[in-house]
Every structure is written in C-alpha cells, then in structure tokens.
C-alpha cells in the first residue's frame, strides 16, 4: 500500500485504502488524516466522506461527532434518500442532542418508510415517538435498533454500498491501471 501510494500519491482509492489499513492496525490519528485526504481528492465521493465520520465518532469526542455530522449533512445533500446516511445523521445527532438535525432526518425517512417490513416500521415508529417525546438517549437506542432491522432490507443495503465498502472487502478492487498507462487493445 505504501509502494502504491508512492505511485499514485493523489489518487482518492488508494488514499482511502491506506486510510481503512491503519483502521485495521487499530490506529487512530492515521486513518483521520488519511481519510480527509481522500474526501480532499475526490469531493465528489460519498465513500470516503462516510468513513472520514466512522472514524470521527470513534473518537467520542464533540468536536468530532459535530464534524462527523456536517460530513453526514453534506452525503445527504448529495444523495438525500440515501437510508445509512439519514439513520447515521440521526444516530449522532441525537447523541449531540440536536434536534433540528434529528427533525431533518426523520422527515425525509418518513416517505422512504412505505415500503418497509412491519418490524422496521415498528422501530420507525419508536424513533419517530422518541423524537416527538425529545427522548434524546432514546433516539439514539432507536436509530440502532432502526438500522439493525433495516439491514436486511434491499433499498439499505444499496444505500449503504453507496457510502460503504462491503464489510467482506478491505476496499473495492482496482479495475483499472493506476499510474501505468493502459495498454492498447491490439
């Protein structure tokens, strides 16, 4: 990883590979840094936005989750039905206590919620309950239940192979050279 990114040093992928490596090594600081280099590459890219939030609520600390947030608030600007990222933007929002961002996300899940299973309008209903109520510890317990039961469901896991690399894969596979100039077809 460290020879590619010594041939591709501005290229998103593999900024984002490197990032989710030192996430495995069970280092903190490195995956940050790396990770806002990636989202710095490719601004446009959902992947490495989410992941650059992962790892910013792993730190626990306000500062993060508050910048863990406005990274959450720019994927759903930019896919705004995206399911993982609403549930996500909840989750943390409610655990920073703010409500108009907790409004935001359960106003847009509210459409999105007609095609769900019985169990996951059931928790749908909890959050929504929760939201109305400002049980704030009780949003937070009902967006991880919510996102539990969705996981199942078809229209999540597109969304959050949308911002996700699939958890069997370190990152997605490479289908193309890098720094090497593609060969021609003869």
Wanted: proline letters at 6%.
């Amino acid at each position: 990883i460290e020879q590619a990114l010594a041939l591709a040093p501005d290229n998103s992928a593999v900024v984002l590979l490197a990032a989710r490596m030192e996430a495995a090594r069970g280092r903190m600081d490195e995956p940050v840094a790396r990770l806002r280099r990636a989202v710095e590459l490719d601004p446009d890219g959902l992947r490495a936005r989410f992941a650059l939030a992962d790892e910013l609520q792993r730190l626990n600390s306000p500062e993060a989750d508050g910048e863990a947030l406005a990274l959450l608030d720019e994927i759903v600007r930019r896919a705004p039905n995206n399911l993982a990222a609403l549930v996500e933007r909840a989750r943390i929002a409610a655990r920073r206590r703010d409500e108009s961002r907790i409004r935001s996300s359960l106003e847009a899940l509210t459409p999105l919620s007609t095609a769900w299973s019985a169990q996951a309008l059931e928790q749908f209903k909890s959050f929504e309950s929760a939201v109305t109520e400002q049980r704030f510890d009780d949003v937070v317990r009902a967006t991880t239940f919510l996102r539990n039961v969705l996981a199942p469901v078809p229209a999540f896991r597109e969304s959050l192979t949308a911002v996700r690399t699939p958890t069997e894969l370190i990152a997605e596979p490479f289908d193309r050279f890098l720094a090497l100039t593609p060969p021609i077809a003869q």
